[in-house]
């Protein structure tokens, strides 16, 4: 999310309630671009997922009035998009299948349910013999590079598409566990369970990237 | 210790099984390496942006809010 010092959602939002553009446009700027990149997650092409935000924020215009503020606006806007997304996705023939979630508490229906660090790199005690070198000594800044946020995007786009959203929404937008759980109606445990297949794959992508 | 990084890092485990996981930190070169490849894969992953929104996009959008503003939406 860009870091906006400015004012908070909620004050925003009750700006733009009362009429003021200004506040509504910040609103638009800051979430727009992290709305769009979601969006392109479950459509197939970028004019659908500009279709999708554009539906979005009409579906907050015609909610505004009523919002109080409950949930955050940021759930609430992530949840209008996400179900946008989805009914497109189905009328695109590319659906995301959140509707089986809820089956027990892992991500096996991914066909991904195994152990998250090759088993080949712990002896038989457990104990690593292929260990992770440290990347606190990291002379080139490789972590900081361009290429590294390529790295990261890459190995993303390769996740099975629950893990995928998941990840983006929380490391990449910054929104909370709870945001994401509401957004997508997911289990406290299969949000994390996701997120946790999902970091580690993209921690072996930046681990064999370094290492190369 | 690989497999419960998340848990710990979202402070979902409880506080004995969270004692005994920063116990073994404590004593673990190798994995004190991967909780910390971990958090900095977090850190490369926060500073992606997504891209910038079109102009004519952004114009559209908020040409919305005038006709929410005058009752039309």
């Known amino acids: 999310m860009p870091s906006t010092p400015a004012a908070d959602d909620q004050s925003l939002v009750e700006r733009a309630q009362a009429g003021d553009e200004e506040a509504y446009a910040i609103l638009v700027r800051r979430y727009s671009p992290a709305l769009m990149r979601l969006a392109r997650m479950y459509v197939p092409t970028a004019a659908l997922a500009e279709d999708v935000v554009q539906e979005t924020w009409v579906a907050v215009l015609r909610g505004l009035e009523r919002f109080e503020g409950r949930s955050s606006f940021k759930t609430w806007l992530f949840r209008i998009l996400v179900n946008r997304a989805k009914t497109r996705g189905v009328r695109e023939h590319r659906s995301i299948p959140f509707a089986s979630l809820g089956r027990g508490g892992d991500a096996g229906e991914d066909g991904d349910d195994g152990p998250t660090v090759d088993p080949e790199r712990f002896g038989r005690d457990g104990a690593w013999t292929s260990a992770p070198r440290s990347w606190e000594d990291d002379p080139e800044e490789a972590l900081n590079s361009k290429e590294a946020r390529r790295i990261v995007l890459e190995a993303i786009d390769t996740l099975p598409d629950r893990q995928k959203v998941v990840i983006t929404m929380r490391d990449l937008d910054g929104l909370s566990s709870e945001e994401v759980r509401n957004a997508l109606d997911l289990s406290e445990t299969n949000q994390r369970v996701l997120l946790h297949r999902a970091r580690a794959k993209v921690r072996t992508a930046l681990e064999d990237w370094i290492d190369q | ?73």
């Not at chain 2, 930190?25 to 909780?35: E, K, P, Q, S, T």
């Not at chain 2, 910390?36 to 910038?52: C, F, K, N, S």
């Not at chain 2, 929104?53 to 006709?67: I, M, S, V």
Request: negative net charge; hydrophobic residues 40%; contains cysteine.
């Open chain 2, 1 to 73: 210790m690989v497999e419960l990084v998340t848990d710990y890092l979202e402070g979902a485990l409880t506080p004995p099984d969270r004692a005994r996981f920063e116990a073994h930190i404590a004593g673990c070169a190798h994995c004190r390496a991967y909780l910390e490849q971990m958090r900095m894969t977090l850190q490369v992953a926060g500073h992606i942006e997504p891209d910038e929104l079109d102009p004519d996009t952004e114009r559209g959008l908020l040409d919305a809010f005038k006709d929410w503003k005058a009752g039309g939406a």
